[in-house]
DNA sequence: GAGTTGAGTGCACAGACGTTCACTCAACTT
DNA sequence: AAGTTGAGTGAACGTCTGTGCACTCAACTC
């Protein structure tokens, strides 16, 4: 009730922790966004505050680094890619169409958050160490998942496990590059879609034709 | 022969151009180790002059800036992987085992080098716009050629010339993964061959029997 | 041998950088 | 009502950045 001085520029009245959760939020995505001009290790912790409209020691309440930054990101980004993998494997276990409609969740994924999807691709080769250690571990992880996943199929009875992990990781690999050319060129996501389901066809007919040749 | 006196610390007694394009090399060198460290766009212009062991404004003598020197070092990068098609190319077109001998030859060319290997991968989702654009061009070209060469081989009969771009956009960029990996472990050579081998194999399986299914 | 050329020098600049520190003052606790 | 806490402030620091400009002096041309 003493509020409405508009102390702070963001609104008026918040409790202390909704107003600090909301800061941290705005580094987030200001990072996230000036990000994409380059590179994160190329990202200036004043450029960031100066985004969020904030003094640049106001940062350090949030994160010690612009590193740090990097690696609140690689955790958000993986919720929203673990989302996608849940939704993939509740979605009924049709027969052939289930690379038609995995294809068509990675693009809707994709296009919905294609700023995070842009800075995992990039972040992954080009990030600081530790982001692009925390980027493949997850994706080592993921493509553990894929792999037992990928045991309960029909199909893969012939398969080592060691096969069954190689594909997985083809699998997964494919997945990457594809999501690289969507947010690369969100404009052609028809014809990529429609080149990588093709691909991925040609590539499971290798996998179901492996052991029985 | 009025040499001798040593006034550039680089050996003594070059002709002019000679000198330069020690020079030049010096920096091309230069901006491919440090640029290791992070990215290109992380890369400064002074940090180079002083590795070169130059004062910064000597720099502009060769380059007007640092993109540019990303760009020349794109030209290398891919004269020498154009080296790589070749020799797969002329290389006895054996049976199955063309695909042990590819992969034999991609872990020597990326080991020997590997510097220009990383910085590809690095470059190609996260430099300059203009350098991501000149390798993103080079990589189309590959593709179309490898098109082609897969058109001759026995297996292919069935294929339509869309189905044969995709296949060949699926084996470079296999190619291209197996690369990243081969780059940012070099110690795991052995083990990541191993796994490609296969993985190509799986990938050709499916090839051959797409149109005959 | 005299004159031109151009790679590399050295200084100077204005601006951006990360980090330090003592500070304010509104939201909280008691 | 009085006292504590901590997100955000603002000035200051030393260092690094790209670039401009006048220069040297060895390799070149004629």
Redesign the interface.
């Known amino acids: 009730m003493a509020g409405r001085t508009l102390g702070q520029v963001t609104e008026a009245s918040l409790t202390r922790t909704e107003q600090k959760e909301r800061t941290r939020r705005a580094i987030l995505d200001a990072s996230l966004a000036l990000s994409a001009e380059?590179?994160l290790?190329?990202l200036s912790l004043r450029a960031v505050a100066k985004e969020v409209g904030v003094v640049p020691t106001a940062f350090y309440r949030h994160f010690g680094s612009v590193d740090e930054v990097g690696l609140a990101l690689v955790d958000e980004s993986f919720a929203s890619l673990r989302a996608l993998l849940r939704e993939l494997r509740t979605g009924a276990p049709g027969y052939a169409d289930l690379i038609d409609s995995s294809i068509q969740v990675l693009v809707e994924h994709v296009t919905t958050h294609r700023e995070l999807f842009r800075f995992l691709?990039?972040?992954r080769?080009?990030g600081?160490p530790r982001v692009r250690a925390a980027i493949g571990h997850e994706i080592a992880l993921t493509t553990r998942e894929l792999a037992t996943d990928l045991a309960r199929l029909p199909g893969t009875e012939g398969f080592a496990t060691d096969?069954l992990r190689?594909?997985a990781?083809?699998i997964v690999?494919?997945v990457?590059?594809t999501a690289?050319r969507l947010v690369s060129e969100p404009e052609a996501a028809k014809r990529i879609a429609a080149?990588a389901r093709?691909?991925l066809r040609?590539?499971?007919?290798?996998?179901v034709?492996?052991r029985s040749?």
């Open positions: 380059s590179t290790a190329a691709v990039r972040e080769v080009a600081p096969d190689l594909l990781d083809l690999s494919f990457g590059t690289e080149g093709v691909q040609m590539l499971m007919v290798g996998a034709n492996w040749r």
